[in-house]
C-alpha cells in the first residue's frame, strides 16, 4: 500500500491550501491517519490526526487554523490550511496506521508547502 500526498504549493501568508493523501489500495480500512511537517532544519512535527471514529486533535501550533478529516470511502486523508503563516513552511508527510495482529505503518512521499509573500 502507498500513500499518495499531495496539495503543496506555494501561498501569501493568510491564505489557504488543501492537502490531499490517498491510499493506493481502496480495501485498506486504516486505523489513525495523521499528518506531520518537517521544516528545513528541523525535526520532524506532528500536526494533526484523526481516528476511526473521526475524533480528532491537533497541535497548538495548527490549532484552530488547520481542520483534518478523512473520507474512508475513498481511503484518503485532507488536511485544510487556513490562515497561514511563514513558519507553516515545511513538507508535510502524511502517516496512516493499519492494525492487522499487528500495526502497520506507511507514510506518504511528502508535499511542499511555502508561505511566503
Known amino acids: 500500500v502507498q500513500l499518495q500526498a499531495c496539495g503543496g504549493g506555494l501561498v501569501q501568508p493568510g491564505g489557504s491550501l488543501r492537502l490531499s493523501c490517498a491510499a493506493s489500495a481502496s480495501s485498506f480500512s486504516f486505523n489513525a491517519m495523521r499528518w506531520y511537517r518537517q521544516a528545513p532544519g528541523k525535526q520532524r512535527e506532528w500536526v494533526a490526526g484523526i481516528g476511526t471514529d473521526t475524533g480528532t486533535s491537533y497541535s497548538d501550533a495548527v490549532k484552530g487554523r488547520f481542520t483534518i478529516s478523512r473520507d474512508n470511502a475513498k481511503n484518503t486523508v485532507y488536511l485544510q490550511m487556513n490562515s497561514l503563516k511563514p513558519e507553516d513552511t515545511a513538507v508535510y508527510y502524511c502517516?496512516?496506521?493499519?492494525?492487522?495482529?499487528?500495526?502497520?505503518?506507511?507514510w506518504g512521499q511528502g508535499t511542499q508547502v511555502t508561505v511566503s509573500s
Open positions: 502517516y496512516a496506521t493499519y492494525y492487522s495482529g499487528k500495526y502497520y505503518d506507511y
